[in-house]
Structures are given as C-alpha cells and as structure tokens.
C-alpha cells in the first residue's frame, strides 16, 4: 500500500511539475503579440506615456 502511494505522490508532482514549468512559457509566447501591438499604438497615437525628468525640446514648442 505504501508503494502505491509513493507512485501516486510521483505522478502527482511530475504533473504539477511540467504544469508549472510550462505554464510561464505558454504565457509569455501568447502575450508577446498582445504586447507588441499596444506598444505600436501607444507609439503611434503618443498616448500612455509618463513624462518624467527635464523639460524636452518638443515641450517648449507647445
């Protein structure tokens, strides 16, 4: 009875294992684009930008 649970406690792990390892992975791959895509719209609208530091060249225009 004791082997059994050793063996149910190893596949158990090794599930979570994998589940955990790869999880990050998927993530990352399906949320690249997503990324990509709101960068280039707040690039090109000028949009979601924090002004931080000195004034710019392009402030004193306005």
């Known amino acids: 009875m004791t082997i059994e649970?050793?063996?149910l406690m190893i596949c158990i792990f090794g599930i979570g294992?994998?589940?955990f390892a790869s999880a990050p992975m998927?993530?990352?791959k399906e949320?690249?684009?997503?990324?990509?895509a709101r960068v280039e719209v707040h690039l090109a609208t000028g949009?979601?930008?924090k002004h931080q530091g000195k004034s710019h060249?392009?402030?004193?225009?306005?």
């Open 5 to 7: 649970y050793v063996l």
């Open 17 to 19: 294992l994998k589940f």
């Open 26 to 28: 998927d993530a990352f």
């Open 31 to 36: 949320a690249g684009p997503r990324l990509g």
């Open 47 to 49: 949009t979601g930008f």
């Open 57 to 62: 060249r392009w402030d004193e225009a306005q």
